[in-house]
């Protein structure tokens, strides 16, 4: 019998580590593994999801890939990974595999053909989640006049945003998409946001409005879709294309220390985000005097903290923070104020 895979999917920040998380802790007694991928070096959501302590998914069960994005690594990391999953003695029931919110998912499905794993593992589902209030804000719009006059300046520019592109292959290649952070906007403009991605969709395709990835298990998992096998219904504006990378965006970390308060930090954060259009940051920081390292979430201009698990009593009490945005961001500019925020250096 194969062993279902469902993908989680979804642009920087929707909300699918969350939503993984509520999955995780309302699994019913099925026996999960987990695979997470993340764009860039350090791997954030690897660290919350093992920090659930979950017994559904120990931490032997949740493997980190956070060399590159999953749909441009295939067969170095990701077919390795899966092989060492299914070839265990005791193998998982049902495999999640939480994308970088930069990746392609139709690679990932493709890879599902490989012979190795076509005879022992489906893809029972993949979840897109979308953030409503950033849609609502129009981060994934293309700005028409200014494409205009980027492809005056430049005729080879035949595409979109590549912000665009990925909100349109996540969404083509959905079996279900939640609307996740439904709380965060009103009622009218959550009908226009469905309104508006039901077009970038495919046919019969449901949606589920969700308030902190707070979707029913029985809704995410058990779709038996069997995506590998229904690749040409899912079209991609990569389709035909011998490779993909993402030159468009850029990340770097940035390392601290034991910070005397968050405030400071926020500050610092909010006015970074305004000023150069980040995209996404998120990390950890030790507070002195707390005995939990603090999480730090930002989706564009929202800025969340919260207290995660203790830290453990090996565990250096140190502060870092990844930063993504588009090609060009001022990364010597943005790290000299994080640094003072931090007090520690960059990699």
Same mark, same amino acid.
């Given at each position: 019998?194969?062993?279902p895979?469902?993908?989680?999917?979804g642009?920087l920040?929707?909300?699918?580590?969350?939503?993984i998380?509520?999955?995780?802790?309302?699994?019913?007694?099925?026996?999960?593994?987990?695979?997470v991928?993340e764009?860039?070096?350090?791997?954030?959501d690897g660290?919350?999801?093992?920090?659930?302590?979950?017994?559904?998914?120990?931490?032997?069960?949740?493997?980190?890939?956070a060399?590159?994005?999953?749909?441009c690594?295939v067969?170095?990391?990701?077919?390795?990974?899966?092989?060492?999953?299914l070839?265990?003695?005791?193998?998982?029931?049902?495999?999640?595999?939480?994308?970088?919110?930069?990746?392609?998912?139709?690679?990932l499905?493709?890879?599902?053909?490989?012979? !190795? /794993?076509?005879?022992?593992?489906?893809? #029972?589902? $993949?979840?897109?989640?979308?953030? *409503?209030?950033?849609?609502?804000?129009? %981060?994934?719009?293309?700005?028409?006049?200014?494409?205009?006059?980027?492809?005056?300046?430049?005729?080879?520019?035949?595409?979109d945003?590549?912000?665009e592109e990925l909100?349109d292959?996540q969404l083509?290649?959905a !079996? /279900?998409?939640?609307?996740n952070?439904? #709380?965060? $906007?009103?009622?009218?403009?959550? *009908?226009?946001?469905e309104?508006?991605i %039901?077009?970038?969709?495919?046919?019969?395709?449901?949606?589920?409005?969700?308030?902190?990835?707070a979707?029913d298990?029985?809704v995410?998992?058990?779709?038996t879709?069997?995506a590998?096998?229904?690749l040409d219904?899912?079209?991609?504006?990569?389709?035909?294309?011998?490779?993909?990378?993402h030159?468009?965006?850029d990340?770097?970390?940035?390392?601290?220390?034991?910070?005397?308060?968050?405030e400071?930090?926020?500050?610092?954060?909010?006015?970074?985000?305004?000023?150069h259009d980040?995209?996404?940051?998120?990390?950890?920081?030790?507070?002195?005097?707390?005995?939990?390292?603090?999480?730090?979430?930002?989706?564009?201009?929202?800025?969340?903290?919260?207290?995660?698990?203790?830290?453990?009593?090996d565990?250096p009490?140190?502060?870092?923070l990844v930063?993504?945005?588009?090609?060009?961001?001022?990364?010597?500019?943005?790290?000299?104020?994080?640094?003072?925020?931090?007090?520690?250096?960059?990699?």
């Open positions: 019998m194969k062993i895979t469902t993908v989680v999917t642009f920040g929707a909300g699918k580590t969350t939503l998380r509520h999955l995780l802790q309302n699994a019913k007694g099925r026996r999960l593994a987990l695979i991928n764009f860039g070096d350090v791997g954030v660290e919350l999801l093992k920090g659930c302590n979950d017994a559904a998914c120990p931490e032997d069960d949740i493997v980190e890939l060399n590159g994005c999953i749909c690594t067969a170095d990391d990701f077919l390795p990974t899966m092989m060492t999953l070839d265990r003695p005791n193998p998982p029931e049902h495999i999640i595999i939480e994308t970088s919110g930069l990746a392609l998912p139709k690679p499905i493709k890879a599902f053909q490989w012979p !190795d /794993i076509r005879t022992r593992a489906t893809i #029972d589902g $993949v979840v897109t989640l979308i953030d *409503a209030d950033a849609v609502a804000a129009g %981060r994934f719009a293309t700005d028409e006049a200014a494409l205009a006059a980027a492809r005056a300046a430049d005729p080879s520019l035949d595409h945003s590549p912000l909100f292959d083509a290649c !079996d /279900i998409v939640v609307l952070k439904a #709380d965060l $906007v009103s009622q009218v403009v959550l *009908a226009r946001v309104h508006q %039901r077009e970038q969709m495919r046919e019969g395709v449901k949606i589920v409005r969700a308030d902190h990835g979707v298990v029985g995410l998992l058990g779709i879709a069997a590998e096998d229904d219904s899912r079209p991609s504006v990569h389709d035909g294309e011998a490779e993909h990378d030159d468009d965006f990340s770097f970390v940035v390392d601290g220390t034991e910070l005397e308060s968050v400071p930090l926020l500050h610092v954060l909010s006015r970074l985000i305004e000023r980040i995209l996404r940051v998120k990390g950890m920081v030790a507070i002195h005097g707390k005995p939990a390292r603090m999480v730090i979430q930002a989706v564009g201009p929202r800025v969340q903290h919260y207290f995660d698990r203790p830290f453990k009593g565990e009490r140190r502060s870092h930063v993504i945005g588009q090609k060009g961001l001022d990364e010597a500019a943005i790290s000299v104020e994080l640094r003072a925020a931090l007090g520690a250096g960059i990699r």
